[in-house]
């Protein structure tokens, strides 16, 4: 019987930073707790977090130093980072820039890409436009990655 491949997903900045977001709003009340979710997910190692290069210049141009440091906290803890060939990388992530998607979310699916997990993200426009580009990965909100994973 052939081994299950462990669960893996790749959390873009956008959805890491939900939790600095304004919690009136539904929406981002239920993404921040499917967030959550997740990362309660990666800390029982049930899921692996990917992260990359982007994460790193994203995360290093924010503003708010707590928030800064807290990301970064997170992605030190919680994180793997596979060795990604950046050549490859760069050549993808131009290559969706020509789907209107912009530098730094194209940077992100083509890294998801290349380790070949889940992107999660929370960005609608994002998402429309990453799967007019057909990615070779899943690509959603939170709270379908928790559905489609069956996260509790």
């Known amino acids: 019987m052939a ?6 997903a ?22 921040t707790e499917s967030i959550q979710l997740i990362l309660s997910n990666i800390r029982q190692k ?5 992260s990359s290069p982007a994460h790193d210049i994203e995360i290093e141009a924010i ?3 707590e928030e800064r440091n807290t990301l970064k906290r997170l992605l030190d803890e919680l994180s793997h980072r596979p060795t990604f060939d950046l050549r490859k990388a760069r050549l993808r992530a131009d290559d969706l820039t020509n789907h209107s ?6 940077a992100h699916l083509s890294f998801a ?3 070949e997990v889940d992107l ?9 436009r990453a799967k007019r580009a057909k990615p070779s990965v899943w690509i959603g909100t939170p709270l379908e990655y928790c ?3 069956n996260l509790k």
């Open 10 to 31: 790749y959390l873009d900045v956008c959805a890491l930073s939900r939790q600095f977001d304004d919690q009136s709003q539904l929406r981002i009340r239920v993404e």
């Open 63 to 65: 503003n708010d130093a």
């Open 113 to 115: 890409e290349q380790a």
């Open 3 to 8: 081994k299950e491949k462990s669960k893996s």
């Open 101 to 106: 998607i912009g530098v730094g979310d194209a």
């Open 120 to 128: 999660v993200t929370v960005d609608d426009r994002f998402i429309k």
């Open 147 to 149: 559905e489609k994973e």
């Open 46 to 50: 049930v899921i692996k977090m990917v």
